[in-house]
């Protein structure tokens, strides 16, 4: 490519950023510091280095960076400082990021129960979600949703993050929370192919930043590890809006 007069780059830190999902992409180990790979090199071999957070507040900044690059604690004592630092408010966030799909499942029962209750709609659609991943959703406007799609179609692709403005008696009308781009979704895929979006596995959030409050979840489970940390409390924009519920 650069033989062509292209220019190539590469975006994240080919050290750390797979930590949230494994230490293996398509089954090549990737524990490694990646710097001299051929696919960096392509990319002229310059290297900047970001010192300065500006996705979060300064003190966030400053706890990741002991997370992702300090003294290595045993996992039990980081997390007892984590909860600490970030304590249980004893009810759904915003945004809830959990490791597996029955928590997943639990707080969005709680989530879209306390909605209800605060937004007091008029009217709203029930539908059936799919089992065993699926659950009832109550759609109505304001209410988020998360696409689930094994392959992308029409501008709809996995762990699109949508919101509902409106719906009549076939359609849902969501629109991206990111791009705004508008879609009109029959109800019979938004039964199947999407979820709530009151929660989501820890998979579903890389690359994302969220405005609102944020809440960690199965932060005691036997599978719960340093990389899972990492990534869910770096969603947050500020230190306040972190918690950690269980």
Same mark, same amino acid.
């Not at 499942?105 to 539908?127: E, F, G, M, W």
């Given at each position: ?111 879209q129960r ?55 008696a076939t ?23 999407? *979820?709530?979006? @009151? &929660? =989501? /596995?820890?998979? #579903? ?5 969220? %405005?609102? !409050? ?10 719960? *590890?340093?990389? @899972? &940390? =990492? /990534?869910?409390? #770096? ?5 306040? %809006?972190? !918690?950690?519920?269980?």
């Amino acid at each position: 490519l650069i033989a062509l007069g292209c220019a190539v780059w590469l975006v994240g830190d080919m050290r750390n950023q797979l930590h949230a999902i494994g230490s293996q992409w398509h089954g090549e180990d990737m524990t490694a510091d990646w710097s001299e790979h051929p696919m960096v090199i392509s990319a002229v071999g310059r290297r900047l280095t970001l010192t300065e957070g500006h996705r979060c507040d300064a003190r966030l900044f400053s706890l990741l960076s002991q997370i992702a690059y300090g003294l290595e604690l045993p996992l039990e004592t980081l997390m007892d400082q984590c909860r600490a630092a970030f304590p249980a408010k004893g009810r759904p966030a915003d945004t809830n990021l959990t490791l597996s799909h029955v928590t997943r499942k639990r707080v969005i029962t709680i989530a879209q129960r306390r909605k209800l209750r605060r937004d007091k709609p008029a009217a709203y659609l029930t539908l059936e979600g799919l089992p065993p991943l699926g659950q009832k959703l109550y759609v109505y406007p304001t209410v988020p949703l998360i696409v689930c799609l094994q392959t992308a179609r029409h501008n709809l692709y996995n762990s699109q993050l949508l919101v509902c403005r409106s719906y009549d008696a076939t359609h849902v009308v969501a629109e991206d929370q990111e791009s705004g781009e508008t879609h009109s979704l029959s109800h019979e895929f938004v039964r199947t192919a999407c *979820r709530s979006g @009151h &929660a =989501y /596995t820890i998979a #579903s959030c890389q690359g994302r930043q969220y %405005a609102g !409050s944020v809440a960690l979840w199965d932060t005691r489970a036997r599978h719960w *590890r340093k990389r @899972h &940390a =990492y /990534t869910a409390l #770096s969603r947050a924009r500020a230190w306040e %809006a972190r !918690s950690i519920e269980d």
